[in-house]
């Protein structure tokens, strides 16, 4: 059974940086696409950044030139480096694997949220962020 942990959530204000950390362990698959998704305060869940097994990167729009992702494979730990966070990227952020490509759940929308559904095994329990203006 997999296992999905996130942290390095918290509180920072508008302009700051936080690194998040999700660590895979359990996992019976060589290779696995990781993405990171956050569900803002009463908003539907939505893709964020992902990493594909071919080891291409996607992000949404709305984080493009700000998120970027990493991975450390001697720890089965993936990296969301954020940037120039505002408040509008205050939500609950967790990790999640899949075994197709995850490029196109990074968007919003009832698409995305069906796709989640049907591509994502085993999630994380989420780690707050939140940004103050």
């Known amino acids: 059974q997999m296992r999905l942990v996130e942290s390095g959530g918290g509180s920072v204000q508008a302009g700051g940086s936080l690194r998040l950390s999700c660590e895979v362990s359990g996992s019976t698959y060589r290779t696995y696409s990781l993405g990171w998704f956050r569900q803002p305060p009463g908003k539907e869940r939505e893709g964020v950044a992902a990493?594909?097994?071919?080891?291409?990167?996607s992000f949404a729009d709305y984080v493009k030139g700000r998120f970027t992702m990493s991975k450390d494979s001697s720890s089965n730990t993936f990296y969301l480096q954020m940037d120039s966070l505002s408040p509008e990227d205050t939500a609950v952020y967790y990790c999640?694997?899949?075994?197709?490509?995850?490029?196109?759940?990074?968007?919003?929308?009832?698409?995305?949220?069906?796709?989640?559904?049907?591509?994502?095994?085993?999630w994380g329990r989420g780690t707050q962020v939140t940004v103050s203006s």
């Open positions: 999640a694997v899949g075994l197709s490509s995850l490029r196109p759940l990074m968007n919003k929308g009832e698409e995305a949220v069906r796709g989640m559904a049907a591509l994502l095994g085993y």
């Open positions: 990493i594909d097994r071919d080891g291409s990167t």
